[in-house]
């Protein structure tokens, strides 16, 4: 878990953009400091920090709060002291550490509890005077009124709940209801440069999700609501479980980090239907009519036959096909649980695969940091999955006579090239019959789809509703842009994301999900934590035994492009089920390299 100074984080992210770190935001100057003894005290308002038309227009404001769409929200503009926020923003900035946090949920530098503020030794609450008079503004009986005001949410608790959080260049933060024991408003200020004003082009937004029509707590995957952080804006809304969901959209910009204090207001108890917030929905474990259904595989038990190998030499590569190549592959598998095969489809095959998804992500305007638009890639087959509490991608329902025109030249689409080699070769029994050969399990059933992550806006996230109680083998089929050599370390650095990564469920963990900080690089070893990275024409085989967790990391608007697989899910004969290791150890190449000359040797021949 990595501490930094905020300026440190400025620092850092004028070096991304090119910018010498000793650069300071340039309104930092300007602000004169204050002496160090005069902090308020007590439960009042102190005159003149925040705005008095603000507080006159609460009538207005309940109104606007009370019709907004997609529920209870409003956001005030130019509310406090606009001298008093630089100034709180200068003392972030070089005076309060933060810390970065990674999970499958977020990346975002945050302070500890700004309510301990009032405990600081002296000598450490002279370096924040504004941040603290700032602090016991927005706690103070007169300021509480006026939230209960404008929301109409009752009585408040004194309770004080509130932080710094600091969205740096790729920072985002995934949708959520914000439901937490007896949280029941929220808020955020935004301390974005004033002298540098935010555009949409910047990112950063927070976006937030109506609900699917019919379908109570369940959020649409794309939201329909956005609100830039502005300097000096305050966004409040009424937590309510399973309603008030929202995101921070990825920030875009290399040399303006969003910046935000946020936190909550308090009742003395939790709200009505607090089972069905969406962290006691990723806590939850999925019914058995939830569960995938599998399609029966007939003669999994058997060894391979003539016909299955005219079956199999269309699509794989020989290499593959070749007797002598299994036992290396079922070592690698026993030992570590997992096993990556590159070069899998035969290259005719993969070339026309790739190429359809570079056109298609061309076409769309995704990927290498264009800004996405949700409805990108909607079209045809492909419709948006969510709820995007769980996860969003886009999902490919077409059959054999589907097709469109955004693929190769030949009218062959991604999609419709990848959904043959899910229903031609990995649905087969065949290709079931040769993943014992892998293995040596025997496979009963299988279930797949055709998935496509686009950039800067697609996931899946870690929740207990896909563990299972019995073992399962997960075989995806991925495809990336990673012709050159920057777009294949992108990949597999994982700092755009797009890797898939398999976790240990901590059922004690208040999350329900990933840890609190995930490391993208981490240490397996010490993290249990197995990443397989995408890459393109490769087979990712990892046996997922219960208590294993696994999403697919957000991907980043800078990844050189989608993340595109076929993902399928296997069912292992019971008492042919071997004990796969519960994470521990960095995914490595499987195919050994005295494989690799036989791999090039096998594409040549092809």
Not at 274 to 288: I, N, T, V, Y
Not at 515 to 532: C, F, I, K, M, P
């Amino acid at each position: 878990m990595a501490s930094m100074p905020a300026s440190d984080i400025v620092a850092a992210v004028d070096a991304v953009a090119g910018e010498p770190p000793a650069k300071k935001l340039k309104s930092i100057a300007a602000v004169p400091q204050p002496p160090a003894a005069g902090v308020a005290g007590g439960h009042h308002l102190e005159p003149g920090i925040v705005s008095e038309a603000v507080m006159a227009a609460a009538p207005s404001l309940a109104e606007q709060y009370q019709a907004a769409e997609p529920y209870k929200h409003c956001v005030m503009r130019e509310i406090f002291s606009a001298d008093l926020l630089r100034q709180v923003r200068d003392e972030i900035i070089n005076n309060i550490n933060a810390t970065y946090k990674e999970t499958d949920l977020f990346k975002v530098f945050q302070t500890g509890d700004l309510g301990n503020l009032d405990s600081l030794d002296p000598e450490a609450a002279e370096k924040l005077p504004g941040l603290m008079k700032l602090k016991k503004a927005l706690y103070s009986d007169e300021f509480r009124a006026f939230v209960t005001a404008v929301t109409g949410c009752g009585d408040l608790s004194p309770r004080t709940d509130c932080s710094c959080n600091v969205y740096a260049y790729g920072g985002h933060l995934l949708c959520h209801d914000d439901v937490i024991a007896n949280r029941r408003v929220s808020y955020i200020i935004y301390l974005t440069d004033p002298d540098d004003p935010w555009v949409p082009e910047d990112g950063g937004a927070l976006e937030l999700y109506p609900l699917v029509e019919g379908q109570e707590h369940t959020p649409a995957p794309d939201p329909t609501v956005v609100h830039l952080p502005s300097f000096n804006t305050m966004a409040m809304f009424t937590v309510a479980p399973g309603r008030s969901f929202h995101a921070v959209q990825e920030v875009f910009s290399a040399d303006k980090p969003r910046m935000s204090i946020s936190g909550w207001y308090h009742a003395e108890r939790p709200p009505e239907d607090a089972d069905k917030a969406s962290l006691k929905q990723l806590q939850m474990r999925a019914g058995e009519d939830a569960q995938t259904k599998h399609q029966a595989i007939e003669g999994g038990a058997l060894p391979l036959s003539d016909d299955d190998l005219g079956l199999l030499v269309r699509f794989v590569n020989p290499v593959y096909l070749a007797e002598s190549s299994w036992p290396k592959i079922r070592e690698r598998f026993e030992a570590e649980g997992s096993v990556q095969l590159h070069n899998f489809l035969k290259k005719g095959l993969a070339e026309q695969i790739v190429a359809a998804c570079i056109a298609e992500d061309k076409a769309d305007g995704l990927g290498n940091k264009q800004l996405p638009q949700y409805l990108a890639g909607v079209r045809d087959c492909w419709a948006a999955v969510g709820p995007p509490h769980k996860q969003r991608y886009l999902r490919y329902g077409g059959g054999s006579g589907a097709d469109n025109s955004n693929g190769n030249a030949d009218g062959s689409s991604a999609g419709v090239l990848m959904d043959r080699v899910r229903r031609e070769l990995l649905a087969s029994g065949a290709f079931a019959r040769l993943l014992k050969a892998f293995t040596t399990v025997t496979m009963l059933g299988q279930a797949g789809e055709v998935r496509r992550f686009r950039p800067g806006m697609d996931y899946t996230v870690a929740h207990y509703g896909i563990l299972t109680t019995d073992p399962r083998l997960d075989v995806v089929l991925t495809f990336v842009d990673d012709a050159t050599d920057e777009a294949a370390s992108a990949w597999q650095a994982g700092e755009v994301g797009g890797f898939e990564a398999y976790l240990l469920a901590d059922e004690e963990t208040e999350g329900g999900g990933a840890a609190e900080v995930y490391r993208v690089n981490a240490d397996a070893e010490e993290s249990g934590v197995l990443n397989v990275n995408a890459a393109a024409n490769t087979l990712n085989l990892v046996l997922r035994d219960e208590g294993l967790m696994r999403f697919v990391k957000y991907v980043s608007f800078a990844a050189p492009g989608s993340r595109w697989d076929v993902a399928m899910e296997y069912l292992p004969e019971d008492e042919e089920e071997e004990e796969g290791e519960e994470g521990g150890k960095e995914q490595e190449e499987v195919v050994e390299e005295e494989m690799s000359d036989e791999v090039a040797a096998g594409e040549e021949a092809t």
